[in-house]
C-alpha cells in the first residue's frame, strides 16, 4: 500500500536537498509512475444489501440480522447433501497485482478463498462455532487475469455457518462490461410438468436468468436450467439473459414449449383417497396366508407378492401361488383367478408386484429387457391383471460411474427398465396401472448423494430410482416409497429425520411434493410429483418391519400434509388435500394385527 503524510522536518529536508541538486543541474528530477491506488472491491461485504452480488449454490444462503459481527446484516449459509453451501462473487482484478482477502466467520468448518487468480488459487479455514474469527489469505494475479471469484463455504454435513465483513483490498481492475446475449436455446425433454432447457456459454458471463414469459423464474451458474411447476398440455416460452458484476445482457431469442398430457398414468379408476396393501400370494411367513377373497374391502389397490427372476439377470419374471405343503389353506388357481375378477367388479386394482427383498431384477442387457417384457405381460394375461408394481430393491438398481444426471440416464439396468415399461404401458393402453415402491435409499438419499458422486466412492445405489421416476413420471399412476427399514435421512430443512414418528413421513413426503436438487446440484432439480401420484408407505405392524408407525402418528402425519395441522417442528413447503393415501407392507401383516393400519385409514378417510 502507498504510504502518504511524511513527518515535516524530513518533508522539509528532502525538499531543500532536491531544490539545491536541481539547482546545481546534478540530476534531472522525473516523478515515478503512479500505481493503481489500493481500494475495497467486495462488493456488499457486510451483507447490510442482502445478498445483492452474491451468488449461493443451492439457495443456501441468506442475509439475517442476528448474529452480525458489524451492521445489521450478516450471510447464513447451510450446507446439504453434496452442496457445501459455498458463496461467491466476481470481482474485477488488475494482472499481476496482490490482494488481501478477510472475512469474520464463525461455524464448525467456514472456509475463505479465492478462485480464477491465474497463480496459486488461496483458500484458508477455521473451526470457530460460537464466536467469530477473521480469516486473512493474499494472492497475486496473473499476467493475464482480470477478474477473480471470491467465496466462503461450509463442510458436508456441517450446521449453518455465517460470514461478515468479507473484504478484498487491492488495485481495481478495467470497469467489466456487459456479457454476450446467450445463444442457442434450446428446450427438451419435457413431461408434464417441467421443461429441461439448455444454452450455449456467453463471454463474459458469471450467471444466467431464466425467465418464462418475461417473469424470471430461475438463476443459475450452468448452462441448463430445470423450469418446473408447469401444467399440463399448457404451451410455454422461455428466454435467458447473462449476468455479471456490470449488470444482465439482453434476453436470448426466445424458445417455446409444449408440456405433455397430465398424468399418463391418470387415477386409473382409483378412489381419491386410495389404501395399498400387498399380499402375500407366493410364500408364506409368520403373518399367515391369505387367500384373496378374504381381502376386505378396505384395499383398493392389491399388490401380489412377488413376481421373481429366474436368475438376477435373466429378466424372466415368474409367479405363482403359495405351494400347499407351505400354505395349506391356498385356494386353487381358479378360484384365485375368480376372487380377482370379484375384486375388480368392485373396483379395486390387482397387479404384480416384481422383486421384493429376495427378488434382485438387474435389465443389464436388451435380453434381459426383453423377457422382461414378455414374462411380465405373460404374467398380467394369466391372471387378467391391472398393471405392474415396481419393487427393486438390493442391488436391483445402480448407477454406473460418470452417470450423473438423473434427466439423462445412461447405466444399462437403468435404461433398460425403463424402456421396459414404456413397452407395457403403451401394449396396454391409458388404463394400464403403474406404481412403484423404492426405498428411501434410492429416492430422497438423492437429495445428498447419487451414485457414485463426482468423484467416486459413494455407493452407487444411492437415488438410483430418481431416474426412473422421472422418466416414467407422466406413466405413474402412484409412488409410494417405504419409510421403513431405512436410516436417517435428510430432509429439505436440512436435518435428519428417522423413521417411526410422523416426523418421518412429512419430511419425506415433502421432498416428492416440492422437488429438491439433487446432490445439491440447483441445476439438477427433480420436479415435485402430483399429490395425486403420492402415497407413503408405512410396517402394519411391529413385527412387520422396521420403522412402525402408531395410528395416532400416522393421523399427525397425514394431518399435516393434507392439511397444515399438527406438523410439529418441520414446516412443508404446501398443503396437498389431494395426497392420494397410504401404502403398506403388508395385508397379511394387517390381518394378524386385527386389522389395526386398514381401520385407521377407513377412520381418517371416511370408508
Known amino acids: 500500500m502507498e504510504r502518504t503524510g511524511l513527518p515535516a522536518r524530513y518533508s522539509g529536508l528532502l525538499a531543500a536537498f532536491s531544490a ?252 381419491a383417497h386410495a389404501l395399498v396393501g400387498y399380499l402375500h400370494s407366493s410364500f408364506a411367513n409368520g403373518s399367515g396366508y391369505t387367500r384373496m377373497a378374504d381381502v376386505p374391502a378396505s384395499w383398493d389397490v392389491i399388490n401380489l407378492a412377488f413376481g421373481e427372476p429366474t436368475s438376477v439377470t435373466s429378466g424372466d419374471i415368474r409367479f405363482s401361488l403359495c405351494p400347499v405343503a407351505e400354505c395349506p389353506n391356498v385356494e386353487s388357481e381358479a378360484e384365485f383367478k375368480a376372487a380377482i375378477k370379484a375384486k375388480q367388479a368392485a373396483g379395486k386394482k390387482v397387479l404384480i408386484s416384481i422383486g421384493g427383498q429376495n427378488g434382485q431384477v438387474q435389465l443389464s442387457t436388451t435380453a434381459a429387457r426383453d423377457a422382461f417384457v414378455t414374462s411380465v405381460s405373460k404374467i398380467i394375461d394369466t391372471y387378467g391383471l391391472d398393471g405392474l408394481d415396481i419393487d427393486f430393491e438390493g442391488h436391483s438398481l445402480s448407477l454406473n460411474t460418470g452417470d450423473t444426471d438423473f434427466r439423462n440416464p445412461t447405466s444399462p439396468v437403468i435404461v433398460n427398465l425403463i424402456s421396459a415399461v414404456k413397452t407395457l404401458k403403451a401394449k396396454y393402453g391409458s388404463g394400464f396401472v403403474l406404481t412403484m415402491a423404492p426405498e428411501t435409499f434410492f429416492v430422497q438419499l438423492g437429495y445428498q448423494y447419487y451414485g457414485s458422486g463426482p468423484w467416486g466412492g459413494q455407493d452407487p445405489r444411492a437415488g438410483a430410482y430418481l431416474p426412473v421416476i422421472h422418466a416414467l413420471r407422466d406413466d405413474l399412476t402412484l409412488l409410494h416409497v417405504q419409510d421403513y427399514n431405512s436410516g436417517s435421512i435428510m430432509g429439505l430443512d436440512n436435518q435428519y429425520h428417522s423413521m417411526g414418528g410422523a416426523d418421518f413421513h412429512i419430511a419425506m413426503t415433502d421432498m416428492l411434493l416440492t422437488g429438491f436438487p439433487v446432490a445439491g446440484d440447483q441445476t439438477k432439480v427433480f420436479p415435485a410429483l402430483r399429490p395425486e401420484q403420492v402415497a407413503f408407505g408405512l410396517p402394519a405392524s411391529t413385527q412387520a418391519g422396521n420403522g412402525h408407525t402408531s395410528p395416532a402418528e400416522v393421523t399427525k402425519a397425514l394431518n399435516c400434509l393434507t392439511k397444515k395441522t399438527d406438523c410439529g417442528s418441520y414446516q412443508t413447503h404446501g398443503t396437498w388435500s389431494g395426497l392420494r393415501g397410504l401404502m403398506t407392507w403388508s395385508i397379511n401383516w394387517d390381518r394378524f394385527n386385527n386389522w389395526e393400519f386398514s381401520k385407521n385409514f377407513d377412520a381418517y378417510f371416511g370408508g
Do not use: I
Not at 478463498?113 to 488461496?122: E, K, M, Q, R
Not at 465483513?165 to 467489466?176: I, N
Not at 456467453?202 to 436468468?209: E, F, K, L, P
Not at 423464474?217 to 423450469?227: C, G, I, L, R, Y
Open 20 to 271: 539545491a541538486l536541481l539547482a546545481a543541474g546534478a540530476l534531472v528530477a522525473t516523478a515515478p509512475p503512479a500505481g493503481a491506488a489500493d481500494a475495497e472491491l467486495a462488493r456488499n461485504g457486510g451483507f447490510e444489501a442482502g445478498l445483492d452480488g452474491w451468488s449461493c449454490t443451492g439457495g443456501s444462503g441468506a442475509a439475517v440480522s442476528t448474529p452480525a459481527h458489524s451492521g445489521t446484516s450478516a450471510l447464513r449459509a447451510t450446507p446439504a447433501g453434496a452442496d457445501y453451501a459455498k458463496c461467491s462473487q466476481s470481482v474485477t482484478v488488475k494482472p499481476d497485482s496482490t490482494y488481501t482477502l478477510s472475512a469474520w466467520v464463525q461455524g464448525s468448518y467456514v472456509y475463505l478463498g479465492a478462485a480464477g487468480t491465474g497463480t496459486t488459487d488461496v483458500s484458508t479455514w477455521t473451526q470457530s462455532t460460537g464466536a467469530w474469527k477473521q480469516l486473512t489469505t493474499t494472492f497475486k494475479t496473473g499476467p493475464a487475469t482480470t477478474s477473480v471469484s471470491v467465496y466462503t463455504h461450509g463442510w458436508y454435513g456441517t450446521p449453518a455457518y455465517y460470514a461478515d465483513d468479507l473484504s478484498l483490498v487491492g488495485p481495481g481492475g478495467d470497469p467489466v462490461t456487459l456479457p454476450a446475449t446467450p445463444a442457442g436455446l434450446k428446450a427438451g425433454p419435457v413431461t408434464a410438468s417441467s421443461v429441461d432447457l439448455s444454452w450455449t456459454a456467453s463471454a463474459g458471463a458469471t450467471g444466467y436468468q431464466v425467465y418464462r414469459g418475461g417473469t424470471k423464474v430461475a438463476s443459475t451458474t450452468a448452462t441448463s436450467a430445470t423450469v418446473t411447476g408447469l401444467t399440463a398440455s399448457t404451451a410455454y416460452s422461455f428466454q435467458v439473459a447473462a449476468v455479471n458484476a456490470a449488470g444482465e445482457s439482453a434476453k436470448s431469442a426466445a424458445v417455446s414449449a409444449t408440456t405433455t398430457a397430465g398424468g399418463g398414468g391418470g387415477d386409473a379408476g382409483l378412489p
